[in-house]
Nanobody, 125 residues
């Protein structure tokens, strides 16, 4: 079992930045591929970014490329999502996810092994 706890969400103006953190406890964090998803009101939960166990393979949805950066620190059992140049359309609840393989993360939320509780990100002036 892996327990995931997100933090770092909040209200930010367009063009601003936030850094989300996902702290993991339980079985070995370094064995899991980590991902971030987001869900806006009335919409499905969508993939945002993923990072392999070593950090050597990273993937982003096109809409955040060049603005968001996913990273992980296996010594701290924590994954991060640095979000810059935020736009109102980035407003959503952001969820951290852990799974055994990168393919599982990329194929969509129904295959994910573990989820965090979510953290709200609101981009508004």
């Amino acid at each position: 079992q892996v327990q995931l706890v997100e933090s770092g969400g909040g209200l930010v103006q367009p063009g601003g930045s936030l850094r989300l953190s996902c702290a993991a406890s339980g079985r070995s964090f370094s064995h899991y591929v980590m991902g971030w998803f987001r869900q806006a009101p009335g919409k499905e939960r969508d993939f945002v970014a993923a990072i392999s166990t070593s950090g050597g393979s990273i993937h982003y949805v096109d809409s955040v490329k060049g603005r968001f950066t996913i990273s992980r620190d296996n010594t701290k059992n924590t994954a991060y999502l640095q979000m810059n140049s935020l736009k109102p359309e980035d407003t959503a609840v952001y969820y951290c996810a852990a799974s055994a393989t990168l393919n599982t993360i990329l194929r969509g939320p129904s295959l994910i092994n573990y989820w965090g509780q979510g953290t709200q990100v609101t981009v508004s002036s």
